[in-house]
C-alpha cells in the first residue's frame, strides 16, 4: 500500500491507493456493511458508534469510517479557503486511528444495487470537485478505524458488533447521526430496542 499525504495546517489530507482482492466466497464480503456496535461493547472509541466498510478483505484487514459522530465542525472552519466547494461539508470523528489526518470520502447511492458506494482517501481536489455533484455525499474524517486480518471476524464471533447493509441512502444525512446507532441496533429484535433505548451509564462518559 503505497501512501501520500499533503500537509494542510495541523492536519494531513489522507489519501492512498490500493486493489481491493474480492474475499473467496461472496457470502463473506462486507463491503458496503454497515458495522453497529453492540449495546454491550463499552469501549469509548466505537460505542454506540455505526461504521461504514468501504472495502473489505477478511486475510487482509478492513478499513472503516464511523459515520454518526459530528464533530461540530465544518472543512471551511480547518481550511479556511483553499477548497471552496467544501466549506460546508461536515467533518465527522471516523475513527481512533490517524488522527491527525483529515480524510475526504465521497459516497454514492446506487439504487440498482441497493448499496452506498464509499471512494475514500480522495484527494483535496477530487473532493472538492465531487461536492459539487448531486449523485456525491462528500465527508470529511477525522481519524478513521482499521482491522488486520481477521481481527473484525473474531470480534463479530464475540458479538462485538452487528452487522447490516447500508440498504438506504438516508444513513448519510447528517440529521439522522444523533439517533443513528439507537434506530439501527432497535431493528435487531426486542432486547436490542430495550438496549438502545435504556439510560445512557454516565460512568461510561
Known sequence: MDCATLPVDKFRIGR????????ESPSQNLAGSLVIAHPGLEEPSFRHSV??????HPQNG?????????????????LKEKAPHLAMVPVMQGGPVGTDELLFAAFRWRAEKRIIECRHHISL????????SPQ???RAFIGYAGWTGGQLENELTTQSWLVRRAEFPEILELENA??????????FGPWFKLSAEA???PTLN
Open 125 to 132: 481536489e477530487e473532493a472538492d470537485q465531487l461536492a459539487l
Open 199 to 201: 439510560p445512557d451509564n
Open 178 to 187: 444523533p439517533q443513528m446507532w439507537k434506530n439501527l441496533t432497535s431493528g
Open 16 to 23: 492512498y491507493f490500493c486493489n481491493v482482492i474480492e474475499p
Open 51 to 56: 461504521l461504514i466498510l468501504p472495502d473489505y
Open 62 to 78: 478492513c478499513f472503516g469510517l464511523i459515520i454518526n459522530r459530528p464533530m461540530g465542525k465544518l472543512v471551511g472552519d480547518i
Open 136 to 138: 456525491h455525499t462528500v
